[in-house]
């Protein structure tokens, strides 16, 4: 009777206790600014659930831990069974769970999972204790591994329970079921009845103590993300992958006192603030992430845990002022410590080249680029804070258009090619209005040495399959991608507004561009401003007219080539088989992919407009890049994207590799091959500067 009462008491202590801390946190929450987000739609929260949270799919992206980890969560679920059975019987001998406790099918699984915990938690120390993986530098070590002694002690304690019930006949499962936990009560046979019913009693009461004791401490711990992931996935973004958070600004009413983006803790989303309560600490972000990889101060996992602690650290003081009223709070709110760099330096934040790496690797869904674009619009919109270099692209944006600062009548110059090229005669859109598609030039395309002879190229293939296309010329401005990945919000809508207007007028259904980064912002972030037009990259466009027979390479190119995929197009937008099906269709290729390819892409480093920004600290991205790429020993780097040529080109020039390997559009190839004749040999078209 008294060990009723007691664990009866103990239960209620435990409960009160997490549930007096799950209050506080859900308090925390909603100290964040709104988020209208919605949990998914049912069929997509369903499958999601399905996928990521009980099917561990971003988890099984690495075989070994993601096996390890597949087995401990899949082992709480099933071992929840035993955790019921275990406190059921303190309160009754020979308990069994109603209708499913005698069903062997459940024992011999209960047994299965105790041993895969088991063996789970064993490759989790060797991972940690002989690997040493750098993805966990940074993570509170200490507090995982007390979490694995913890698991450890469940487990063994619920084994011996079950070895010490068969053994005084108490076991509601056939034995048969059970090989293990019979197998533990041989353990038992040298003992009398009293000594096993004692023991019995100490394993039961050992385990439940755990386990309470468990239930409360993950809730001050790393282990909070078994209570928030489902949570974080459900509420996971349904915008397209590349597209960035929306941000309402009204520019007529804009006064010097306005904050923008995030300065302090509370003006991250309650979205963001579950990222932070729902990182593992895994350090997957971390290993995937150019930035780290190349010795800069970011990673998105010591961000994430950096606002995490803030939070952690901030919340109390807020919940309390909160109570006291408006007037506490308000003050408390003014006095706040700057996000940056009290809680995360400048610097980190633009490292980032906004790949998507972190996201993808996250198997938790965090979301690492919303709460560092939202940094960085504050540095910009409100502290006016940015590394030097980035003033002339956002003034050139604001004030010509282009990054470049290059006037709206030389966006034509591409047109005519080099002196041994004919210039090519394309309509503007208002000249050809029954034009099946509008070439999209883009900024580098136009004004980029480099890139203006893939223009041409590509425009010249146009030309030859028979397309009916058309240009806007000096019509055309920046889509505003890198001012917005900057900070700088209100350029980039000024820019994007002023083009769908111009789309708009013209009437324009479908647009082809060479540029990843021109192709996400058009495809997937101009909905947010009512633009929703077709788009195509490039690579996509050429596949199809080589499969229609449009375009029919038959030169020998003769050359091993390999393929850089941009992040913009393959991990941000699925968009990766076009260049490699082009690459494929060209006579006498010999094709290999690089080490990191298609949605495990690795960064050139000029994304989230660090193409305008120096890299002052580690080894640059590009010469990383450049390094694997020359490693595959391939004659030539294709590339689909401006910046991806401009850096790459780059690293081969640092490398002193220009005689191992060049750097060509796969538009650029594909022409070489279409323009020689049959079974010659053909000449790429001279693009390095
Ligand atoms: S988006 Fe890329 S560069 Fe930025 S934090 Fe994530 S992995 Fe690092
Ligand atoms: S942010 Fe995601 S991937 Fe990175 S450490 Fe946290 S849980 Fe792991």
Known sequence: MVEKIVMSLLILVTFAAFGRRIRELVGFLRLGAPDDRQPRSLGRKLKDQIVVV?????????????????????????????????????????????LIGKWGVLGALQDFFIVAVIAGIITAFVIRRLQHPGRFRGSHSKEAEYILW????????????????ISLDHFPYDVRWTPVSDAAASLFEPFSLEVREAIDTVFLWWHSLIIL????????????????????????????????????????????????????????????????????????????????????????????????????EQGPALLKAQKNGDGDYK??????????????????????????????????????????????????????????????????MENTGNPWGQPPSARLEWTKGTSKQEP???????????????????????????????????????????????????????????????????IYQMLAEQNIEVLKEHEVKTIITAC????????????????????????????RLVKE????????????????????????????????????????????????????????????????MEEHMGKKMNVERTDEALASASETLAVGCPYCNIMLADGIQERHADEQMNVRDVAQLLLASIETPDQEPAEVTEANP
């Open 54 to 98: 009980l099917g561990q799919r971003k988890l099984l992206q690495w075989t070994v831990p993601g096996v390890m980890h597949f087995f401990i969560f899949w082992g709480f679920v099933i071992l929840f069974t035993t955790i019921f059975e275990g406190f059921g019987a303190v309160f009754q001998e020979g308990f069994h769970i109603p």
């Open 150 to 165: 913890a698991i450890l002690g469940i487990m063994i304690t619920i084994l011996l329970t079950r070895g010490a019930l």
């Open 213 to 312: 004791a468990f239930l409360v401490y993950i809730t001050y711990s790393k282990h909070l993300h078994i209570v928030t992931s489902t949570f974080n996935v459900l509420f996971t973004s349904e915008r397209p992958k590349g597209a960035l958070k929306p941000m309402h600004i009204d520019m007529d009413a804009m006064t010097e006192d306005d904050r923008f983006g995030a300065g302090v803790i509370t003006d991250l989303t309650w979205k963001q603030l579950l990222d932070g309560m729902t990182c593992t600490e895994c350090g997957r972000c971390q290993s995937q992430c150019p930035a780290w990889n190349t010795g800069k101060p970011l990673s998105p996992k010591l961000l994430i845990m950096d606002l995490r602690d803030a939070l952690f």
């Open 331 to 396: 003050q408390l709110l003014e006095n706040l410590p700057p996000l940056n760099p009290e809680v995360v330096e400048d610097e980190v934040i633009w490292d980032c080249t906004t790949c998507g790496a972190c996201v993808q690797a996250c198997p938790v869904n965090i979301e690492h680029i919303d709460s560092i674009i939202d940094m960085r619009r504050n540095l910009v919109m409100t502290e006016s804070r940015f590394p030097r270099e980035m003033q002339s692209a956002l003034q050139n």
């Open 424 to 490: 090519l005669q394309i309509p503007h859109v208002s000249e050809n209005p029954d034009a099946e598609a509008l070439l999209w030039v883009g900024c580098a395309g136009a004004f980029d040495d480099r890139n203006k002879k893939v223009t041409y190229d590509f425009a010249k293939l146009l030309q030859i399959a028979g397309v009916n296309f058309a240009i806007l010329g000096g019509d055309e401005s920046c889509t505003g991608d890198p001012a917005r990945r900057m900070g700088a919000e209100y």
């Open 516 to 543: 990843p980064h021109c192709f996400n912002t058009l495809f997937n972030e101009y909905p947010q401003f009512g633009g929703v037009f077709e788009v195509v990259h490039h690579t996509e466009y050429l596949a």
């Open 549 to 612: 027979g449009r375009l029919q390479p038959k030169g020998e190119l003769a050359k091993s080539i390999t393929y850089h995929d941009p992040c913009y197009n393959a991990r941000h937008n699925d968009v990766w088989k076009g260049a490699r099906e082009v690459i494929e269709s060209i006579p006498g290729t010999s094709y290999q992919e690089l080490h990191r390819h298609g949605h495990s892409t690795f960064c050139c480093g000029a994304g989230g407009g660090r193409m305008w």
